[in-house]
């Protein structure tokens, strides 16, 4: 059964850090593109980041550009998010997501293979 965990979410003041981790089971994903996404209470779920899979190419969304940085460690089957100057419009559930095409599907169609089930993250106005 493929899994994908998300951790590090929680309630942190603005214009601190956070750091998300996704660790995936079941198969590789050192193949696919990986990326994060969240969503806003009464709000759609939106692009956040994406990487290709040899970590090569990243994507942002504008609003998050500067501010968080996306990675992975393919032999330990692993992404992160750094997110650093938080916002209270960053507050949303968080979901990582991988995909077995290009990572610029992802940014593209929001479409995935695989999702985790969300870590929420709060950032207090």
């Known amino acids: 059964q493929v899994r994908l965990v998300e951790s590090g979410g929680g309630l942190v003041q603005s214009g601190g850090s956070l750091r998300l981790s996704c660790a995936a089971s079941g198969r590789t994903f050192s193949n696919y593109a990986l990326g994060w996404f969240r969503q806003a209470p009464g709000k759609k779920r939106e692009f956040v980041a994406a990487?290709?899979?040899?970590?090569?190419?990243?994507y942002y969304a504008d609003s998050v550009k500067g501010r968080f940085t996306i990675s992975r460690d393919n032999a330990k089957n692993t992404q992160s998010l750094q997110m650093n100057s938080l916002k209270p419009e960053d507050t949303a559930v968080y979901y990582c997501a991988a995909d077995g095409s290009e990572a610029v599907h992802l940014v593209t169609t929001g479409v995935a293979d695989y999702w985790g089930q969300g870590t929420q993250v709060t950032v207090p106005s």
């Open positions: 990487i290709s899979w040899s970590g090569g190419t990243t």
